[in-house]
């Protein structure tokens, strides 16, 4: 049998669903190399604090959208099929303000804000929302279908898949890509795969300076939602965002946020939690009754960073130093809901790179 050697770097969203697809072929040997793993809440991990929901945000025509394409359906199989994930179906609404029209926000959500987005045949129940139901300061309102993710759940589950599957997972810091090399289970490594997220601007060999930090700020309540919220904007500033989503499996319910790009700060600002918590009370009244934030019953507060890169996911394959690499990383914040998408696009580069690959 002829087994290839891959070491995944990164136990993140993006490491997790790679080595998951990959191991699905046992003709790989897998070892997940990763700093941080499930379980742990850190500055430089974004995927435990994620939402997550599948809100796409990709511009049609792009490769984004096929990842995001490709992403639903396995989402909807999990929610639908697998409970153990911790995904669940909620319905989501997204409400636009004429006067966020050119702000960063309502340009990075310009997809979303459509009326005729790509992915409306996508979701099930795509539909513009009467203007008469909407509430005051709202001009257009879109709703669908989507999933939200308990990501305490999920990002375990997709360890506990790769561990049936025969990955292997170890703590590992790595300076330089090539000592990835020394990273398999047997023999040399063939293949390293790279889903360092924000680590890959300093990861040597690799140094990706366009990957930078959108800083994300949180409240995670047991207050329950009912339904998921994203707005255009907000009226405290270009950098702030308000949304709420409800997680799966009594994860609680996230109270977002903010997009601050460049900014590495990965202490709470308090000051904007309270705005981040009267947005959501003010937004969506069924969280407290009507009533007001004291009436939130915290979980906890966060910072996540997210991981963004010009130009986009970097999912490419590169020969670095002699050693094989495929690039997975960058996603920004849409990590999860182009998880499957990216993955698979990663898992074929695999392929192509270490042929013949037939199935056994
Ligand atoms: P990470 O999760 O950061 O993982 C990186 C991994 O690489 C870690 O294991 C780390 O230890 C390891 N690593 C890095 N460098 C090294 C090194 N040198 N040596 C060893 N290991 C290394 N996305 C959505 O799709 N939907 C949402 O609703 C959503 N909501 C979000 C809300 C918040 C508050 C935040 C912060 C993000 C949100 N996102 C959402 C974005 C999503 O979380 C990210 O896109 C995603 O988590 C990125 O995953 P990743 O695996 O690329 O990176």
């Given at each position: 049998m002829d087994k290839r050697n891959v070491c995944v770097i990164g136990a993140g969203v993006a490491g997790l669903t790679t080595a998951y697809l990959l191991s699905q072929n046992r003709r790989y040997r897998i070892v997940v190399a990763a700093k941080h793993m499930p379980g742990d809440y850190d500055i430089e991990y974004a995927s435990p604090w994620a939402g997550a929901n599948y809100m796409p945000v990709s511009l049609r025509g792009t490769r984004e959208e096929q990842w995001d394409r490709d992403t639903w359906a396995p989402l909807a199989d999990l929610a639908q099929n697998h409970p153990d994930a911790g995904v669940h179906f909620q319905e989501c609404e997204i409400h636009s303000r004429a006067k966020d029209i050119g702000s960063a926000t309502a340009d990075w959500f310009a997809e979303l804000l459509s009326?005729?987005?790509?992915f409306k045949d996508v979701v099930p129940n795509f539909r513009v929302l009467p203007k008469e139901s909407l509430p005051p300061g709202i001009d257009s309102a879109t709703a669908f279908t989507s999933v939200c993710i308990n990501t305490a759940i999920y990002l375990p589950w997709l360890v506990s898949q790769c561990l049936k599957n025969g990955v292997i997972f170890k703590r590992a810091v790595f300076?330089?890509?090539?000592?990835?090399?020394?990273?398999?289970?047997?023999?040399?490594?063939d293949i390293v795969i790279n889903c360092t997220g924000l680590g890959a601007s300093v990861l040597g060999g690799v140094e990706d300076t366009t990957v930078v930090p959108a800083r994300a700020q949180i409240v995670l309540v047991r207050n329950d939602a009912g339904k998921m919220m994203d707005f255009s904007g907000t009226d405290d500033g270009e950098g702030e965002a308000c949304y709420i989503m409800t997680r799966a499996a009594g994860g609680g319910t996230i109270l977002g946020g903010c997009y601050q790009k460049g900014n590495w700060e990965s202490q709470v600002d308090p000051n904007l939690a309270v705005r981040i918590m009267k947005r959501a009370v003010a937004s969506c009244p069924t969280l407290t009754g009507g009533k007001g934030i004291e009436h939130l019953d915290i979980i906890r507060h966060g910072v996540g960073l997210r991981p963004v890169r010009e130009g986009g996911t970097r999912v490419e394959k590169e020969r670095i130093e002699g050693l094989w690499v495929v690039h997975n990383y960058g996603a920004g914040g849409a990590g999860y809901q182009s998880s499957y998408g990216c993955a698979s696009n990663a898992v074929q580069l695999v392929e192509e790179t270490l042929a013949p690959a037939s199935k056994i």
């Open positions: 009326p005729n987005p790509w300076k330089h890509i090539r000592e990835a090399a020394q990273f398999a289970p047997s023999g040399k490594v």
